[in-house]
C-alpha cells in the first residue's frame, strides 16, 4: 500500500530525497551548537579569554547560517515533495475513475469518491511532509545527541539511555492505546455528516412534518458521541506530555546531582554539564517527535487505504485488442443474454434469456414494472455493462469487438438520472459534439423541443445553467439532455424515461420529429406513458427481467395482459376518452 | 425544483473581516459554558511557566552556590548536603508544575471538544430555523463544510493557539522580569534581536498568509469541480466526454498545487528563521556576557542562566509565530460558523394554534389536554379579548395570490382558487407554468408578496408555523428518506405511531407487498437516500409517510411519475382512499390521474388560465383540451 502511494512521488523524488538531507545538516549543526555554547562558557567566559568567545561565537553564527540554508531548503522541498505528490496522487484518481465503467461507479459512492479526492489526499499530504522533514530528523538528532553526550561523559549519558527506553515504552503504549480510540471516531464522523446532508438536502421534508426537534436531537447525539470518543482519545494523547516533563525533570535533577559531585572531583567542568542538560532537552523531544510522527501515521494510514482502494480499482470493461471502428448501422440484437449485478459475488440476474432481434431504424417501445430491469436492458447495448450470459450485437458485431469511443458515440443514451454541467447551454450541448455550430446545435433543440424556452430566455443560448441545472425545470432540463443526445448523430438513439417530465403535448411533438427528421435511427423509448410508447414499431414488455410480450401496440392490447391491464388503467377505460381519441 | 438558486461559484474568500470581532465571539463561547474551566486553566498555566522559570533560575543557584565553591576550596571535603536540598526544593516545584500542566491538558480537551460540540449544535439547531430559501440559494456542500473543515479549525484554534498565546504571554513577560533582574545590557541585546525575529518573521508569515488564502480558494474550486464530475460520471461515459474533462481538471489541480507549495514552503521557513536567530541572538548574548564576566559585572552563573533565559525567552516568541497560519485559518472558519449562526431565522408570528378538542353541551368546542382526535384551531382575538375555536376542516382559499422568489420577477399572478374541504383539486400545465411553486406557498416555504390564503378561514400568516405544517400531508416531487430503518422512515410522518399503524400505512400506499419481500421487511435499514430502493419504491414509503401522518389537506407534487403504471394504478386506489375526505391538491403530468379531480386548474406562464372539472374544459376545447387530445394524438 505504501509502495502504491510512494509510486506517485515521480518527478518529485529528487526534492523528497534532498529534504531529508538537508534537515539531517540542520540536525548536525543543531548538535554543533551545545557544543560550542559549552565552549564559551568554559574556555571563554570562566578562563576569561575574550578571544576564545568571539572565535568560537564566529563558529556559532556560520553553523547558524548552515542549518539557516539547510532548514529554508529542507522546508522548501518537503513543500514541494508532498504537495507535488498530493498533486499526482489527484491527478491519477481522477483519471482511473475517467476510465471506470458504470459497475465500478456504482461501487463508490459519489461522496466517498470526493472525500478520497480532498479530504484524504490532503491527509497524506500533510503526513508526506512530516516523514520527509522529521522522520529523518528526529532519530538523527536522537543518534546525534546521544553520540556527543557520550564524547562528553558516558557515565552521565547512561542516564539518558534508561531514561530514553523508559519513556518509549510508555509513549509507545500511550500512542496504541489512543490510536485504537481514533479509529472508532471516523465511522462516528460519518454519521454526523450524514445527518446534515440529510437535513439540508431534505429540508422541506423536514419543515413539512415539523421534525426539526426530532432532527435535532438526533443530531445531538451524534455530536455527542464525538465528544466523548475524542475526549476519551485525546486524554491518553495528552499523558505524552507529563510523562514527557517527568523524564526530562528527572534527568536533570540526576545529571545535576551526579554532575555536581563530579564537578567537584575535577571529572566534568560546568560547560560540560551545561550542554549535557541541552542534549538532555533534544534527545527527548525527538523522542517526541517520532511519537507524533507514529501517531500520523496510523491517522493517515485509512487515508492512504482509501485512496489506493481508487487507483487500484480497474475498469472491468476493457477495449479489445484490435478493436472495431466503425458502427455499420443501427440494428440491434439479444442473444440468451442474461445479466446480474455484482455477478463475481453471486449477484442474483436481473435480466434472463433475452432474445432480440431489431432491425435498423425501428422505433421500440420498452415497458414494464418498476425494477424489471428496463433500464438494465438499454445499458447493455452501449456496453455500459457487459452481460454476464450470451452477448448483445450492435450492426451485426458483438458490441465487446467494438472500441468503446467508437461504440458509445454510435449509441447515444439518454439516461434516466440525467444532468446538466454548470456552463453555458451552448457548452452542455457541445458534449454532445464538441466543434458543433450554432446551427446544428439549435437545430437538434428544435428537434427536442427545446428552441422554444431557450430562445424566450434573455440569454438565450448564452443562457448559464447552475450547477446541477438547478436553474432550469425538470422538464426543461430533460428536453435539453435529448437535444444534448441528438448532436452526437447516433446510429441507435435510447430515451430511458426521458419525458416523463415533459408534458404530453410536447412529447408527441418531439417524437413526431424523431420520425420525420431522423427515420434511420433505430430509437429505444422506455416510459411509463402507454402515449409516449404506442405508435412505436414494436413494444417490448419486461416482466421481473423476462420479455413477456413482444409486439405492436395492437397486437399486445389483444395478447398481452400486462400490457392491457396497464393501457386500461391510463385510459381509465372510460367512455370520455374514447371521444377524445383521435385516430 | 423550479426554485432560485444563488450563484454557487460565489463562495466566499476565507478571510476574517474583523478578526477581533471573531476572536471575542470565540471565547464568548469558550465562557459561556467553560468559564471556570478555563479560569483554572489560566491558574495552571501560570503555574506551570512559574514552576519551569524556577528550573531555570535554578541552574544559576547550582553554578553559583554549589559548584563554583568547589572548585574554589579544592582541599575541603565537599559538603554535599545543602545541594541534595536545593535539587529536593526543586523536585517540588517540578512535580507542582508537572500536575499543573496536566490538569490543564486535560481540562483544554474537555473545554475544546465540548465547545466544537455546543458550536454544532448550535450551528444544527439554527440551521433547523432557517427560511427554504437558504437552501435554495446555498450550495449543500458549502453548508456541510461549515460543520466539518471549519468546526475543525475551532479545535486547534482553542486547544493550541489560544492557551499557547497566553503561556507565551506569561512567560515572555515573567522572563523578561528575570533577565532584567540580571543583566539589563544583555536583555538589550535579547529584545533587539527579537525584533529581527519578528519582522522576518512577519514578512514570512504575510506571504504564507496570502498563499495559504489563495489554496483555500483554490480547494474549493477544486472540490467544486470534483462533486459535479463526479456526480454526473455516468453522463460523462455516456459522452465519452472523460479527455476534455481531465484537461480542465489538470489545470485546476496544477494551481492548487502552485498555491500549496508556495504555502507550504513560506510557512516551513517560520521554524528555521527563528531557530537561526534564536542561536545568534544567544552568541551576541554569550559575547556580551563574557565581556560583562570579564570585567566582573556579572557573575559566571548569572551569564550561565542568562543564556538559559534567552533561549526561554525565544521560544515562546516563535511558538507564536508558529501558530500564526491556524489563527488565520481559524478566523476564516470562524466567520464562516458565524456567519450562519447569524442568518436570519424564519419568522413566525402566527399565534393561532391547533389545539385537541372535544365538544360540550351539544355544539360548543372546548379545549382539553386529551387526545381525542378532534382538532381546532384555537383563535385569541385581540380586540374583543375572546378565543373561539374553529374546527379543523381543510378549507384552503387563495385570494388574488402574487408571488416571485425575488421582489423583482413575480412568477405566480393573480392565483385566485377555493378548495372545500375534501375536495380535489389538480394542477396542470406545461413545465415552469408555475405549478410546483403553489405548493410551497400554502405550506409557508415562502411567503407571498400580495394577496393572501386562508385556511380554514384564517389567513395563514396568523397560524403558528409549526401547527399550520402539522395540518398539511406533503408528498414531494423528489423522495428523500433518511437513515434508519423503513419503519422509522414511515413513522417520520407520526413520531409515536404503533408498529400496527405503520404496517396500515405501508398497506395503504401499497408498500407493504415489496417491504414484506425484503429479508430484514419493515426492520431494513436505509443508507444514502435509500440507495438500496428503486425509484419508485422510495415514492411508495413516501406516500406511506403522508398516510400516517393522517392531515386534513394534501400535497401530491407529482407524486407518482415514475412508478411504473401497474404499481401506480393500486397506488391511486389507496391514495383515493386517503384523498377520500381530505383537501387536496395534486400535480401531474398524466391527466388521467387528475380527471377524477372536482376541479382543474390549467396554468401557463404563472396564471391560471382555464379552470373547471375534466368534463367542462373538454367542452370548452382549449388549452386543456390541447394538452389532454395531446395524450393521445402522435
Given at each position: 500500500?505504501?509502495?502504491?502511494?510512494?509510486?506517485?512521488?515521480?518527478?518529485?523524488?529528487?526534492?523528497?530525497?534532498?529534504?531529508?538531507?538537508?534537515?539531517?545538516?540542520?540536525?548536525?549543526?543543531?548538535?554543533?551548537?551545545?557544543?560550542?555554547?559549552?565552549?564559551?562558557?568554559?574556555?571563554?567566559?570562566?578562563?576569561?579569554?575574550?578571544?576564545?568567545?568571539?572565535?568560537?561565537?564566529?563558529?556559532?553564527?556560520?553553523?547558524?547560517?548552515?542549518?539557516?540554508?539547510?532548514?529554508?531548503?529542507?522546508?522548501?522541498?518537503?513543500?514541494?515533495?508532498?504537495?507535488?505528490?498530493?498533486?499526482?496522487?489527484?491527478?491519477?484518481?481522477?483519471?482511473?475513475?475517467?476510465?471506470?465503467?458504470?459497475?465500478?461507479?456504482?461501487?463508490?459512492?459519489?461522496?466517498?469518491?470526493?472525500?478520497?479526492?480532498?479530504?484524504?489526499?490532503?491527509?497524506?499530504?500533510?503526513?508526506?511532509?512530516?516523514?520527509?522533514?522529521?522522520?529523518?530528523?528526529?532519530?538523527?538528532?536522537?543518534?546525534a545527541a546521544m553520540f556527543m553526550a557520550f564524547y562528553i561523559n558516558a557515565r552521565i549519558a547512561?542516564?539518558?539511555?534508561?531514561?530514553?527506553?523508559?519513556?518509549?515504552?510508555?509513549?509507545?503504549?500511550?500512542?496504541?492505546?489512543?490510536?485504537?480510540?481514533?479509529?472508532?471516531?471516523?465511522?462516528?464522523?460519518?454519521?454526523?455528516?450524514?445527518?446534515?446532508?440529510?437535513?439540508?438536502?431534505?429540508?422541506?421534508?423536514?419543515?413539512?412534518?415539523?421534525?426539526?426537534?426530532?432532527?435535532?436531537?438526533?443530531?445531538?447525539?451524534?455530536?455527542?458521541?464525538?465528544?466523548?470518543?475524542?475526549?476519551?482519545?485525546?486524554?491518553?494523547?495528552?499523558?505524552?506530555?507529563?510523562?514527557?516533563?517527568?523524564?526530562?525533570?528527572?534527568?536533570?535533577?540526576?545529571?545535576?546531582?551526579?554532575?555536581?559531585?563530579?564537578?567537584?572531583?575535577?571529572?566534568?567542568?560546568?560547560?560540560?554539564?551545561?550542554?549535557?542538560?541541552?542534549?538532555?532537552?533534544?534527545?527527548?523531544?525527538?523522542?517526541?517527535?517520532?511519537?507524533?510522527?507514529?501517531?500520523?501515521?496510523?491517522?493517515?494510514?485509512?487515508?492512504?487505504?482509501?485512496?489506493?482502494?481508487?487507483?487500484?480499482?480497474?475498469?472491468?470493461?476493457?477495449?479489445?485488442?484490435?478493436?472495431?471502428?466503425?458502427?455499420?448501422?443501427?440494428?440491434?440484437?439479444?442473444?440468451?443474454?442474461?445479466?446480474?449485478?455484482?455477478?463475481?459475488?453471486?449477484?442474483?440476474?436481473?435480466?434472463?434469456?433475452?432474445?432480440?432481434?431489431?432491425?435498423?431504424?425501428?422505433?421500440?417501445?420498452?415497458?414494464?414494472?418498476?425494477?424489471?430491469?428496463?433500464?438494465?436492458?438499454?445499458?447493455?447495448?452501449?456496453?455500459?455493462?457487459?452481460?454476464?450470459?450470451?452477448?448483445?450485437?450492435?450492426?451485426?458485431?458483438?458490441?465487446?469487438?467494438?472500441?468503446?469511443?467508437?461504440?458509445?458515440?454510435?449509441?447515444?443514451?439518454?439516461?434516466?438520472?440525467?444532468?446538466?454541467?454548470?456552463?453555458?447551454?451552448?457548452?452542455?450541448?457541445?458534449?454532445?459534439?464538441?466543434?458543433?455550430?450554432?446551427?446544428?446545435?439549435?437545430?437538434?433543440?428544435?428537434?427536442?423541443?427545446?428552441?422554444?424556452?431557450?430562445?424566450?430566455?434573455?440569454?438565450?443560448?448564452?443562457?448559464?445553467?447552475?450547477?446541477?441545472?438547478?436553474?432550469?425545470?425538470?422538464?426543461?432540463?430533460?428536453?435539453?439532455?435529448?437535444?444534448?443526445?441528438?448532436?452526437?448523430?447516433?446510429?441507435?438513439?435510447?430515451?430511458?424515461?426521458?419525458?416523463?417530465?415533459?408534458?404530453?403535448?410536447?412529447?408527441?411533438?418531439?417524437?413526431?420529429?424523431?420520425?420525420?427528421?431522423?427515420?434511420?435511427?433505430?430509437?429505444?423509448?422506455?416510459?411509463?406513458?402507454?402515449?409516449?410508447?404506442?405508435?412505436?414499431?414494436?413494444?417490448?414488455?419486461?416482466?421481473?427481467?423476462?420479455?413477456?410480450?413482444?409486439?405492436?401496440?395492437?397486437?399486445?392490447?389483444?395478447?398481452?395482459?400486462?400490457?392491457?391491464?396497464?393501457?386500461?388503467?391510463?385510459?381509465?377505460?372510460?367512455?370520455?376518452?374514447?371521444?377524445?381519441?383521435?385516430? | 425544483?423550479?426554485?432560485?438558486?444563488?450563484?454557487?461559484?460565489?463562495?466566499?474568500?476565507?478571510?476574517?473581516?474583523?478578526?477581533?470581532?471573531?476572536?471575542?465571539?470565540?471565547?464568548?463561547?469558550?465562557?459561556?459554558?467553560?468559564?471556570?474551566?478555563?479560569?483554572?486553566?489560566?491558574?495552571?498555566?501560570?503555574?506551570?511557566?512559574?514552576?519551569?522559570?524556577?528550573?531555570?533560575?535554578?541552574?544559576?543557584?547550582?553554578?553559583?552556590?554549589?559548584?563554583?565553591?568547589?572548585?574554589?576550596?579544592?582541599?575541603?571535603?565537599?559538603?554535599?548536603?545543602?545541594?541534595?536540598?536545593?535539587?529536593?526544593?526543586?523536585?517540588?516545584?517540578?512535580?507542582?508544575?508537572?500536575?499543573?500542566?496536566?490538569?490543564?491538558?486535560?481540562?483544554?480537551?474537555?473545554?475544546?471538544?465540548?465547545?466544537?460540540?455546543?458550536?454544532?449544535?448550535?450551528?444544527?439547531?439554527?440551521?433547523?430555523?432557517?427560511?427554504?430559501?437558504?437552501?435554495?440559494?446555498?450550495?449543500?456542500?458549502?453548508?456541510?463544510?461549515?460543520?466539518?473543515?471549519?468546526?475543525?479549525?475551532?479545535?486547534?484554534?482553542?486547544?493550541?493557539?489560544?492557551?499557547?498565546?497566553?503561556?507565551?504571554?506569561?512567560?515572555?513577560?515573567?522572563?523578561?522580569?528575570?533577565?532584567?533582574?540580571?543583566?539589563?545590557?544583555?536583555?538589550?541585546?535579547?529584545?533587539?534581536?527579537?525584533?529581527?525575529?519578528?519582522?522576518?518573521?512577519?514578512?514570512?508569515?504575510?506571504?504564507?498568509?496570502?498563499?495559504?488564502?489563495?489554496?483555500?480558494?483554490?480547494?474549493?474550486?477544486?472540490?467544486?469541480?470534483?462533486?459535479?464530475?463526479?456526480?454526473?460520471?455516468?453522463?460523462?461515459?455516456?459522452?465519452?466526454?472523460?479527455?476534455?474533462?481531465?484537461?480542465?481538471?489538470?489545470?485546476?489541480?496544477?494551481?492548487?498545487?502552485?498555491?500549496?507549495?508556495?504555502?507550504?514552503?513560506?510557512?516551513?521557513?517560520?521554524?528555521?528563521?527563528?531557530?537561526?536567530?534564536?542561536?545568534?541572538?544567544?552568541?551576541?548574548?554569550?559575547?556580551?556576557?563574557?565581556?560583562?564576566?570579564?570585567?566582573?559585572?556579572?557573575?559566571?552563573?548569572?551569564?550561565?542562566?542568562?543564556?538559559?533565559?534567552?533561549?526561554?525567552?525565544?521560544?515562546?516568541?516563535?511558538?507564536?509565530?508558529?501558530?500564526?497560519?491556524?489563527?488565520?485559518?481559524?478566523?476564516?472558519?470562524?466567520?464562516?460558523?458565524?456567519?450562519?449562526?447569524?442568518?436570519?431565522?424564519?419568522?413566525?408570528?402566527?399565534?393561532?394554534?391547533?389545539?385537541?378538542?372535544?365538544?360540550?353541551?351539544?355544539?360548543?368546542?372546548?379545549?382539553?389536554?386529551?387526545?381525542?382526535?378532534?382538532?381546532?384551531?384555537?383563535?385569541?382575538?385581540?380586540?374583543?379579548?375572546?378565543?373561539?375555536?374553529?374546527?379543523?376542516?381543510?378549507?384552503?382559499v387563495f385570494d388574488g395570490v402574487d408571488f416571485g422568489y425575488t421582489d423583482e420577477k413575480m412568477?405566480?399572478?393573480?392565483?385566485?382558487?377555493?378548495?372545500?374541504?375534501?375536495?380535489?383539486?389538480?394542477?396542470?400545465?406545461?413545465?415552469?407554468?408555475?405549478?410546483?411553486?403553489?405548493?410551497?406557498?400554502?405550506?409557508?416555504?415562502?411567503?407571498?408578496?400580495?394577496?393572501?390564503?386562508?385556511?380554514?378561514?384564517?389567513?395563514?400568516?396568523?397560524?403558528?408555523?409549526?401547527?399550520?405544517?402539522?395540518?398539511?400531508?406533503?408528498?414531494?416531487?423528489?423522495?428523500?428518506?433518511?437513515?434508519?430503518?423503513?419503519?422509522?422512515?414511515?413513522?417520520?410522518?407520526?413520531?409515536?405511531?404503533?408498529?400496527?399503524?405503520?404496517?396500515?400505512?405501508?398497506?395503504?400506499?401499497?408498500?407493504?407487498?415489496?417491504?414484506?419481500?425484503?429479508?430484514?421487511?419493515?426492520?431494513?435499514?436505509?443508507?444514502?437516500?435509500?440507495?438500496?430502493?428503486?425509484?419508485?419504491?422510495?415514492?411508495?414509503?413516501?406516500?406511506?409517510?403522508?398516510?400516517?401522518?393522517?392531515?386534513?389537506?394534501?400535497?401530491?407534487?407529482?407524486?407518482?411519475?415514475?412508478?411504473?403504471?401497474?404499481?401506480?394504478?393500486?397506488?391511486?386506489?389507496?391514495?383515493?382512499?386517503?384523498?377520500?375526505?381530505?383537501?387536496?391538491?395534486?400535480?401531474?403530468?398524466?391527466?388521467?390521474?387528475?380527471?377524477?379531480?372536482?376541479?382543474?386548474?390549467?396554468?401557463?406562464?404563472?396564471?391560471?388560465?382555464?379552470?373547471?372539472?375534466?368534463?367542462?374544459?373538454?367542452?370548452?376545447?382549449?388549452?386543456?383540451?390541447?394538452?389532454?387530445?395531446?395524450?393521445?394524438?402522435?
Amino acid at each position: 500500500m505504501v509502495r502504491r502511494i510512494l509510486s506517485e512521488v515521480k518527478e518529485y523524488t529528487l526534492p523528497s530525497l534532498i529534504t531529508p538531507l538537508c534537515m539531517i545538516l540542520e540536525v548536525a549543526m543543531e548538535m554543533v551548537v551545545p557544543y560550542l555554547m559549552a565552549s564559551i562558557i568554559d574556555y571563554g567566559v570562566y578562563a576569561g579569554n575574550m578571544n576564545h568567545i568571539l572565535k568560537t561565537g564566529l563558529f556559532m553564527v556560520l553553523a547558524a547560517i548552515v542549518g539557516f540554508i539547510g532548514g529554508i531548503l529542507g522546508g522548501k522541498f518537503g513543500a514541494v515533495a508532498s504537495t507535488g505528490l498530493a498533486r499526482n496522487l489527484r491527478k491519477s484518481m481522477y483519471e482511473n475513475i475517467q476510465t471506470f465503467s458504470f459497475s465500478n461507479i456504482d461501487k463508490f459512492s459519489t461522496s466517498s469518491l470526493i472525500t478520497r479526492l480532498t479530504t484524504d489526499v490532503t491527509n497524506i499530504q500533510n503526513s508526506y511532509q512530516m516523514i520527509l522533514r522529521m522522520a529523518m530528523r528526529a532519530p538523527a538528532s536522537l543518534i546525534a545527541a546521544m553520540f556527543m553526550a557520550f564524547y562528553i561523559n558516558a557515565r552521565i549519558a547512561r542516564i539518558y539511555l534508561i531514561a530514553v527506553f523508559i519513556l518509549a515504552i510508555f509513549l509507545v503504549c500511550i500512542m496504541l492505546s489512543a490510536t485504537k480510540i481514533f479509529r472508532q471516531a471516523f465511522p462516528k464522523y460519518d454519521e454526523l455528516n450524514e445527518s446534515v446532508q440529510e437535513n439540508v438536502t431534505a429540508i422541506r421534508v423536514v419543515k413539512a412534518y415539523v421534525r426539526e426537534d426530532e432532527q435535532i436531537s438526533r443530531f445531538k447525539k451524534a455530536s455527542q458521541a464525538i465528544y466523548q470518543i475524542f475526549c476519551k482519545a485525546e486524554g491518553k494523547v495528552v499523558l505524552n506530555g507529563p510523562v514527557m516533563t517527568l523524564t526530562v525533570y528527572t534527568c536533570i535533577l540526576t545529571i545535576s546531582w551526579i554532575g555536581a559531585k563530579m564537578i567537584s572531583v575535577g571529572d566534568l567542568t560546568t560547560g560540560e554539564l551545561m550542554s549535557l542538560l541541552a542534549y538532555c532537552m533534544n534527545i527527548l523531544m525527538s523522542l517526541m517527535m517520532l511519537s507524533m510522527i507514529f501517531v500520523m501515521i496510523t491517522m493517515s494510514a485509512a487515508s492512504a487505504e482509501r485512496i489506493v482502494e481508487v487507483l487500484n480499482e480497474e475498469s472491468d470493461l476493457k477495449n479489445p485488442e484490435n478493436p472495431i471502428t466503425e458502427v455499420k448501422d443501427g440494428s440491434v440484437s439479444f442473444k440468451n443474454a442474461a445479466f446480474a449485478y455484482n455477478y463475481d459475488k453471486g449477484g442474483k440476474p436481473v435480466l434472463e434469456n433475452i432474445n432480440l432481434e431489431i432491425k435498423s431504424g425501428e422505433t421500440i417501445g420498452i415497458m414494464g414494472a418498476t425494477g424489471s430491469s428496463k433500464s438494465t436492458l438499454v445499458s447493455l447495448i452501449s456496453r455500459l455493462y457487459d452481460v454476464t450470459e450470451g452477448s448483445v450485437s450492435v450492426g451485426g458485431v458483438n458490441v465487446k469487438e467494438y472500441d468503446l469511443e467508437v461504440l458509445r458515440n454510435a449509441v447515444s443514451v439518454v439516461l434516466q438520472k440525467n444532468q446538466l454541467f454548470s456552463g453555458t447551454i451552448l457548452d452542455n450541448l457541445r458534449w454532445g459534439k464538441e466543434d458543433a455550430t450554432e446551427e446544428e446545435c439549435i437545430n437538434a433543440c428544435k428537434m427536442a423541443c427545446a428552441d422554444e424556452f431557450i430562445s424566450r430566455m434573455p440569454d438565450g443560448y448564452n443562457t448559464r445553467i447552475e450547477q446541477g441545472g438547478s436553474n432550469v425545470s425538470g422538464g426543461q432540463k430533460q428536453r435539453l439532455c435529448i437535444a444534448r443526445a441528438l448532436l452526437k448523430s447516433p446510429r441507435i438513439l435510447i430515451l430511458d424515461d426521458s419525458t416523463s417530465a415533459v408534458d404530453t403535448a410536447t412529447d408527441a411533438k418531439i417524437r413526431e420529429a424523431f420520425r420525420t427528421m431522423i427515420p434511420g435511427v433505430t430509437k429505444f423509448i422506455i416510459a411509463q406513458r402507454i402515449s409516449s410508447i404506442q405508435d412505436a414499431d414494436r413494444i417490448i414488455v419486461l416482466d421481473n427481467g423476462h420479455v413477456n410480450g413482444i409486439g405492436t401496440h395492437d397486437e399486445l392490447l389483444k395478447n398481452n395482459e400486462i400490457y392491457r391491464e396497464v393501457y386500461e388503467s391510463q385510459t381509465g377505460g372510460s367512455g370520455d376518452f374514447d371521444e377524445t381519441e383521435v385516430d | 425544483m423550479p426554485g432560485p438558486r444563488g450563484n454557487m461559484l460565489g463562495r466566499p474568500m476565507p478571510k476574517a473581516k474583523d478578526p477581533g470581532k471573531m476572536f471575542r465571539r470565540i471565547m464568548g463561547y469558550v465562557m459561556k459554558d467553560y468559564a471556570p474551566h478555563y479560569a483554572i486553566v489560566i491558574v495552571c498555566i501560570i503555574t506551570s511557566v512559574l514552576c519551569s522559570l524556577q528550573g531555570t533560575l535554578f541552574m544559576r543557584e547550582l553554578i553559583d552556590k554549589y559548584i563554583t565553591p568547589f572548585l574554589l576550596n579544592e582541599d575541603a571535603l565537599p559538603n554535599y548536603e545543602p545541594l541534595a536540598h536545593a535539587i529536593a526544593r526543586v523536585a517540588v516545584f517540578y512535580a507542582i508544575g508537572i500536575v499543573a500542566s496536566f490538569i490543564q491538558a486535560r481540562l483544554l480537551i474537555r473545554i475544546t471538544q465540548g465547545t466544537m460540540e455546543s458550536m454544532r449544535n448550535d450551528l444544527f439547531e439554527k440551521m433547523e430555523k432557517l427560511p427554504i430559501k437558504y437552501f435554495d440559494t446555498h450550495a449543500h456542500g458549502d453548508i456541510m463544510s461549515i460543520y466539518t473543515n471549519d468546526i475543525d479549525t475551532m479545535r486547534q484554534m482553542i486547544s493550541m493557539s489560544m492557551p499557547q498565546c497566553f503561556n507565551s504571554a506569561i512567560t515572555i513577560i515573567s522572563v523578561l522580569i528575570s533577565m532584567i533582574v540580571l543583566s539589563p545590557w544583555m536583555t538589550l541585546v535579547t529584545i533587539i534581536m527579537v525584533g529581527v525575529m519578528l519582522g522576518c518573521t512577519g514578512y514570512a508569515a504575510k506571504n504564507s498568509g496570502k498563499h495559504f488564502v489563495r489554496q483555500q480558494k483554490q480547494l474549493g474550486t477544486v472540490n467544486g469541480y470534483i462533486e459535479e464530475m463526479i456526480t454526473g460520471q455516468k453522463v460523462i461515459k455516456v459522452f465519452c466526454h472523460e479527455e476534455s474533462g481531465i484537461r480542465k481538471f489538470n489545470e485546476l489541480n496544477d494551481e492548487l498545487f502552485d498555491a500549496a507549495k508556495k504555502a507550504n514552503t513560506y510557512a516551513n521557513a517560520l521554524g528555521p528563521i527563528n531557530a537561526q536567530l534564536g542561536n545568534l541572538s544567544y552568541v551576541l548574548c554569550a559575547i556580551t556576557g563574557g565581556a560583562l564576566a570579564l570585567s566582573g559585572n556579572v557573575s559566571v552563573g548569572s551569564v550561565a542562566s542568562f543564556l538559559s533565559l534567552n533561549k526561554s525567552f525565544n521560544m515562546p516568541i516563535s511558538q507564536v509565530a508558529q501558530q500564526f497560519n491556524s489563527i488565520i485559518v481559524a478566523m476564516a472558519g470562524a466567520e464562516r460558523i458565524f456567519g450562519l449562526m447569524d442568518e436570519t431565522p424564519e419568522v413566525d408570528e402566527g399565534y393561532v394554534t391547533l389545539v385537541n378538542v372535544k365538544k360540550v353541551s351539544g355544539e360548543k368546542l372546548e379545549e382539553t389536554l386529551e387526545r381525542t382526535g378532534v382538532w381546532a384551531w384555537k383563535h385569541y382575538h385581540k380586540d374583543t379579548d375572546t378565543t373561539d375555536y374553529k374546527p379543523l376542516e381543510g378549507n384552503v382559499v387563495f385570494d388574488g395570490v402574487d408571488f416571485g422568489y425575488t421582489d423583482e420577477k413575480m412568477v405566480l399572478h393573480d392565483i385566485k382558487l377555493e378548495a372545500k374541504p375534501g375536495q380535489k383539486i389538480a394542477f396542470v400545465g406545461s413545465t415552469g407554468a408555475g405549478k410546483t411553486t403553489i405548493t410551497n406557498l400554502i405550506n409557508r416555504f415562502y411567503d407571498i408578496q400580495d394577496g393572501k390564503i386562508r385556511y380554514d378561514g384564517i389567513n395563514v400568516n396568523k397560524i403558528r408555523k409549526d401547527d399550520l405544517r402539522r395540518s398539511l400531508g406533503m408528498v414531494l416531487q423528489e423522495t428523500c428518506l433518511f437513515t434508519g430503518t423503513i419503519a422509522d422512515n414511515i413513522r417520520f410522518g407520526k413520531l409515536g405511531a404503533t408498529d400496527d399503524e405503520v404496517i396500515a400505512a405501508a398497506k395503504l400506499a401499497n408498500a407493504d407487498e415489496f417491504i414484506t419481500k425484503l429479508p430484514d421487511g419493515y426492520n431494513t435499514m436505509l443508507t444514502g437516500n435509500g440507495a438500496s430502493l428503486s425509484q419508485g419504491q422510495r415514492q411508495l414509503l413516501a406516500i406511506a409517510r403522508a398516510a400516517i401522518a393522517d392531515p386534513p389537506v394534501l400535497i401530491l407534487d407529482e407524486a407518482t411519475s415514475s412508478i411504473d403504471t401497474r404499481t401506480e394504478r393500486i397506488v391511486q386506489e389507496g391514495m383515493d382512499k386517503l384523498m377520500h375526505g381530505r383537501t387536496s391538491f395534486v400535480i401531474a403530468h398524466r391527466l388521467s390521474t387528475v380527471r377524477n379531480a372536482d376541479c382543474i386548474m390549467v396554468m401557463e406562464q404563472g396564471r391560471i388560465v382555464e379552470k373547471g372539472t375534466h368534463d367542462q374544459l373538454i367542452e370548452m376545447k382549449g388549452r386543456y383540451y390541447t394538452l389532454y387530445t395531446g395524450n393521445s394524438i402522435a
